[in-house]
T-cell receptor
Framework: DGGITQSPKYLFRKEGQNVTLSCEQNLNHDAMYWYRQDPGQGLRLIYYSQIVNDFQKGDIAEGYSVSREKKESFPLTVTSAQKNPTAFYLC?????????????FGPGTRLTVL | GDSVTQMEGPVTLSEEAFLTINCTYTATGYPSLFWYVQYPGEGLQLLLKATKADDKGSNKGFEATYRKETTSFHLEKGSVQVSDSAVYFC?????????????FGKGTHLIIQP
């Protein structure tokens, strides 16, 4: 079955540690996205990538980094510079970035900083 | 910038009641509009979409019409079921405004009681 997988589902880290969230898709989509979801605030865009080896900052990129070395993979690193990292993180992909193109979402990773 | 406003929740209805969740938007270009649904602990699933004015999106008994004159995309269903209980997000994609990713509303939590 085609789809988007994110791992792990739950992740705990200590303050000051970097952590990497995995996102893989086998839909052959060019574009991939990372969003952060906080209670009562909807989703906010962290980073997006239109093609391999290219990515752009979204609305709340500070404290995060990404890479896009393969079409199928778009890992997100939450660095120690992110002041409030506890949140639900969602990865998405779309065929490309044309207007009206549907984004398909993974199941999410819930990150908790202890 | 672009924004989406949707009615605050939670919205509590009895089974078989009529549902309306209001959504209005502000965009600089000519956006595409989406409704996504999120079940507890899961990612987002596309419910329906419309890409131009007067288009009607529909799926699983839900409908929404793209109203450019009122900048609205209200979600409706004639007879809700307990299984419709979830959080519903209205979103837009406005490449013409230079943005990327989706702009989301804050979500409306729908609770259907038997």
């Amino acid at each position: 079955d085609g789809g988007i997988t994110q791992s792990p589902k739950y992740l705990f880290r200590k303050e000051g540690q970097n952590v990497t969230l995995s996102c893989e898709q086998n839909l052959n989509h060019d574009a991939m996205y990372w969003y952060r979801q906080d209670p009562g605030q909807g989703l906010r865009l962290i980073y997006y990538s239109q093609i391999v080896n290219d990515f752009q900052k979204g609305d709340i990129a500070e404290g995060y980094s990404v890479s896009r070395e393969k079409k199928e993979s778009f890992p997100l690193t939450v660095t120690s510079a992110q002041k409030n990292p506890t949140a639900f993180y969602l990865c998405a992909s779309s065929i490309d970035r044309t207007l009206g193109d549907t984004q398909y979402f993974g199941p999410g990773t819930r990150l908790t900083v202890l | 910038g672009d924004s989406v406003t949707q009615m605050e929740g939670p919205v509590t209805l009895s089974e078989e009641a009529f549902l309306t969740i209001n959504c209005t938007y502000t965009a600089t270009g000519y956006p595409s509009l989406f409704w996504y649904v999120q079940y507890p602990g899961e990612g987002l699933q596309l419910l329906l979409k419309a890409t131009k004015a007067d288009d009607k999106g529909s799926n699983k008994g839900f409908e929404a019409t793209y109203r450019k004159e009122t900048t609205s995309f209200h979600l409706e269903k004639g007879s809700v079921q307990v299984s419709d209980s979830a959080v519903y997000f209205c979103a837009l994609s406005d490449k013409g405004g230079g943005a990327d990713g989706l702009t989301f509303g804050k979500g409306t939590h729908l609770i259907i009681q038997p």
